[in-house]
């Protein structure tokens, strides 16, 4: 079996992810994810995606290397599928605590994309592009539902959060055409203030995993950043145009 063993950060900080699984630099009580999953192209060209089923996620300390912390801004985005995905808990990209395990908000800045219905969710039947801070997931600025949510049920989704402490915002698009949608941005919530960014790079699992347990969920990874910073809409806006013009599925 071929599985993906490095997910390699393509700025210069060198925020490699790898598998949270025994024999990984990073450990864990995870597995890694199977190469040969999913096979697409993009412009024309043939890749695989990183295709995560339960008990699979992946994990670096990026704390010493250029990661947010404490209350600093921070803005993610990433490409992932309305296709591939289930309500386990919890299938994140962000930022999380060091330690793996469970520390209490807001320790975590991330983004969150699937069908849970645990701390809140959207219309429809999902799945949502919700705000992981741990202690819950925010569709909206509270916790609960938020009817006017839409799913995201197209195979290639763009996803984007971005938070500086006081205001966070959740906006996402079909990545294939069109431009973003916002879905929340206003004030977070005061229980969740300052955040207490930490460093810790996941992709497929929440904050308190998977060092010695292991993710209910799945989904797809496609491609992503977590930037410091707060991004304004025009830059936000530039990276779905670019995200459209890449091809995905053509």
Known sequence: TCTIWRVYDQSDHGNHLDPQTTGSPVGGAGKASQAD????????????SLYTRPQESYWHDGSQSGMPLGAEPQGIYMVTSG????????FDYGNGQLSRVYEGGPTMDSIYFG??????????????????YED???????????????????????????????????KGADATQGTLSTIYDGALPSHWRPMKKQGGVLMGAGGDCCLSNTNMSEG???????????????????????????????
Not at 115 to 132: K, N, R
Not at 138 to 154: E, H, K, R, T
Not at 222 to 245: F, H, L
């Open 37 to 48: 999953r999913e096979r697409l192209t993009v412009g024309g060209y043939p890749v695989y």
């Open 83 to 90: 296709e591939h995905n289930n309500g386990g808990c919890c």
């Open 115 to 132: 069908t849970s219905t645990t701390w809140g969710h959207g219309g429809g039947s999902g799945p949502w592009i919700m705000a992981d």
């Open 136 to 170: 819950g997931m925010l569709i909206y600025g509270q916790s609960g539902a938020n009817p006017d949510a839409v799913s995201w049920p197209q195979k290639y989704v763009t996803a984007m959060e971005r938070n500086n402490s006081a205001t966070f915002a959740l």
């Open 220 to 250: 797809t990874f496609y491609e992503g950043a977590i930037v410091a910073g707060y991004p304004d809409d025009a830059t936000q806006d530039a990276v779905q145009a670019n995200i459209v013009t890449a091809g995905y599925g053509k």
